[in-house]
């Protein structure tokens, strides 16, 4: 549990590619990866282990992902990656190594049992695309710019497509695939990347304000709920009011259901318990 203990921490070492801060509920992890907040290994192993953290601390109510930097995210370490093609199999465990961490970081996201929003400021592309994609919601500056721009380098991005195509529309996803050109904050908006767009001064007060609001309702209504969005949206309509029944339920009978339809009638406030 010694990881759990480091979310009270104001910030990390600077040196470190990952920089968190924990208030109120709320766990902000901020991408400390200069110049490019390029996710490479150490910064994708930093970003597991905060994730598995938070989903152990019962404090943590919700998690923010911003960066530093002109950057919200270039992407995978192209030089990192460059560096191992000298290896015997020209690279090829170092690349499996990196996409399989990768995508396992996002699908750890989707299943994290508490919200994830990504607060965006500059550019996010390729796998930084794929990261803002993942999260549950995303909110962005009038100025960010968005692209998976794989295809102009050779390198098709079939690992950021998984998250694009499920955020975005398919037309749209695909017109970003194929011609790797660069959209806008109005365009990502348009296309189902980003909730919401505000100026770069209120980016952080948007983005807590939001996250307060979410932080404030019962911890094991946010996980039910969470965890079957994301299962009926795999699912056919028949099999989705199928198993969201049974979801409902089961929510009806836990104790914080009770709480807040008896504090609802009641006209007071409702004391979660997360039970």
Known sequence: MADVVSLHKDHEQPESPLASHFADGIL???????????????????????FDAAAE??????????????????????KEMTARRSDPDRGRAFFEQTMRLCADLMLKIQ????????????LATAAGCQLVASCDLAICTDTST??????????????PMVALTRA?????????????????????????????????????????????????????????GKEAFYAQADLS???????TIGVMVENMLAR???EGIGAFLDKRHAVWTGE
């Open 111 to 122: 299943r994290l049992p508490k919200p994830v929003i990504a607060e965006v400021d500059g």
């Open 57 to 78: 601390n019962r404090e943590v109510r919700v998690l923010i992902i911003a960066a530093y930097g002109k950057l919200f995210s270039a992407g995978h370490d192209l």
């Open 256 to 258: 914080d259901a009770e």
């Open 168 to 224: 975005a529309h398919r037309k749209q996803a695909m017109e970003m695939l194929l011609t790797g050109e660069t959209v806008d904050a109005s365009t990502a908006k348009d296309f189902g990347i980003v909730n919401r767009i505000v100026p770069k001064q209120y980016l952080t007060q948007v983005v807590n304000k939001y996250a307060s609001v979410i932080a404030a309702k019962s911890p094991l209504t946010l996980k039910i």
């Open 28 to 50: 902000r992890l901020t991408l400390n990866n200069p110049p490019a907040n390029a996710l490479s290994i150490a910064l994708l192993e930093k970003l597991h282990a905060a």
């Open 237 to 243: 309509t028949a099999d989705a009011y199928d198993y």
């Open 146 to 159: 968005f692209c998976t721009p794989g295809v102009n380098i050779g390198l098709f991005c079939s690992t």
